[in-house]
């Protein structure tokens, strides 16, 4: 795996060569090293860490950022990023998260490219959270600055391509960053990132009515109703659940053992780990039935850690990203804590959220009407699908769709892999040994 750049002119590259000399004579000699380079960025901080895949350097990135780009004299926050180095002219595989990073994370488009590699934390999550917390100022905008910005800095020292990827959340966040500022990156790989619309989104409601067979969706479904019927007997064992496993439950019970019941339905087919014959049936006894739960949601989600980790996309859901609607006609007459389901559940902070549908509108149509250079990959079987983009054909942006696929799914697991290298390879003017 890695990359060949093609030769595009030689009458160019005979020119430089012939007054490469000259250029040379009066050019100054830059003799920093790489981590005194970074550090001599304004508002940066570089340590140097352990490089984790085998690159030649890693660092850990500190960027002073202003809270309100649009007042940059104000308050500021420190954001945290993570740098995998191969040379200062190889491709950047730029990865904005939607969450969080660590000197772990990694972009499967780095590994494919054998090239260099920056993940960056995403404003208001850990390593990247203001002191206190102003939730006006976390937004599309907002975070599609920072990550313009951190580009800024950082082509000066890097000068190849830049190709920004990521998934889900992720892939949110390098789709919004393409929209405002698409000088920034060469091309973009989007993975299963959804364009939802609204904070009850019914699209979901449609897709996870078909997916699957009619008999499995039923089996769900009868599954869902027999947890609730039981309540008595499973609210022990999902409450008990928690300290078992060393974490907290503070929220109520009741409407948290409601919310983990709605869940089940969208977990089962976005991590795909299990087929339907797992799913008891009626002889099940209630020890069955509550492993067979926790086997296939992250029961850890409703602690109190992860919710408050949670918290800022859960913000973000009910303001401009928006949010699923939940299945819920089957178990209407056995919801008592949870009968109107919504992200709001989830913010663990007191803040009010209001909707505003003008940012992913703008979006949306700017990617079908300009997001040129733009792979988006689905997985068949993945709820969130049920927001993938509809090309109109007016750019030349990609769509594939992968069979039997979750939101898991990844270049490796496609078919049609050979189509996303080539077009790659078109659109960067390089060769992908892949």
């Not at 014959?277 to 002889?283: A, L, Y």
């Not at 949670?310 to 299945?327: H, K, L």
């Not at 997985?379 to 054909?393: F, H, K, R, V």
């Amino acid at each position: 795996m890695g990359i060949k750049f093609k030769i595009r002119s030689f009458f160019f590259i005979g020119i430089c060569f012939l007054t490469l000399a000259g250029c040379k004579k009066d050019a100054p000699v830059d003799t920093r090293t790489l981590f005194q380079k970074l550090n001599d960025l304004p508002g940066v901080k570089a340590q140097v860490i352990d490089p984790p895949y085998g690159h030649t350097q890693a660092f850990e990135l500190t960027f002073t950022q202003p809270l309100d780009h649009d007042h940059p004299e104000g308050p500021v926050f420190e954001q945290r990023a993570y740098l995998h180095h191969t040379s200062e002219t190889d491709p950047m595989v730029f990865g904005p998260s939607g969450y969080a990073v660590s000197d772990r994370s990694s972009q499967e488009l780095a590994v494919i490219l054998q090239t260099n590699m920056l993940s960056v934390t995403h404003r208001f999550f850990e390593g990247a959270a203001p002191d206190p917390y102003d939730y006006q100022f976390l937004t599309i905008e907002q975070a599609a600055a920072d990550h313009h910005r951190i580009v800024s800095l950082l082509k000066e020292i890097y000068t190849g391509l830049w190709i920004s990827s990521g998934a889900s959340k992720s892939g949110q966040a390098v789709l919004f960053h393409r929209r405002f500022y698409p000088e920034d990156t060469d091309a973009t790989i989007a993975y299963v990132a959804p364009i939802v619309f609204g904070t009850r989104d019914q699209r979901f409601i449609s897709f996870m009515n078909q997916v699957g067979t009619e008999s499995c969706r039923t089996q769900m479904e009868s599954f869902e109703r027999r947890l609730l019927v039981a309540r008595d007997s499973m609210l022990p064992r999902f409450t008990g659940w928690f300290p078992d496993h060393g974490y907290t439950l503070s929220t109520d019970p009741n409407e948290a053992f409601e919310y983990a019941i709605l869940e089940y339905h969208f977990a089962f087919w976005q991590f795909h780990n299990h087929d339907c014959s797992t799913i008891p049936d009626e002889s099940a006894s209630y020890d069955e039935m509550f492993h067979h739960l926790e086997n296939v949601l992250w029961m850890a989600y409703f602690s109190d850690y992860y919710m408050g980790y949670f918290t800022p996309y859960y913000y973000q859901a009910m303001t401009q990203t928006g949010y699923p609607s939940y299945i819920t006609d089957h178990l209407s007459d056995l919801l008592e804590y949870a009968p109107d389901p919504g992200g709001d559940f989830f913010i663990m902070d007191p803040v009010t959220t209001t909707y505003d549908p003008e940012p992913i509108e703008d979006i949306y149509q700017w990617l079908r009407s300009e997001g040129d250079h733009i792979i988006y990959i689905y997985g068949e079987i993945d709820p969130w699908s049920a927001a993938m983009i509809e090309l109109t054909g007016a750019t030349n942006a990609i769509r594939i769709i992968q069979a039997e696929a979750d939101h898991s799914v990844r270049i490796a697991d496609l078919d049609e892999k050979d189509l996303v290298i080539t077009t790659l390879e078109n659109w960067l003017g390089i060769n992908i040994d892949f």
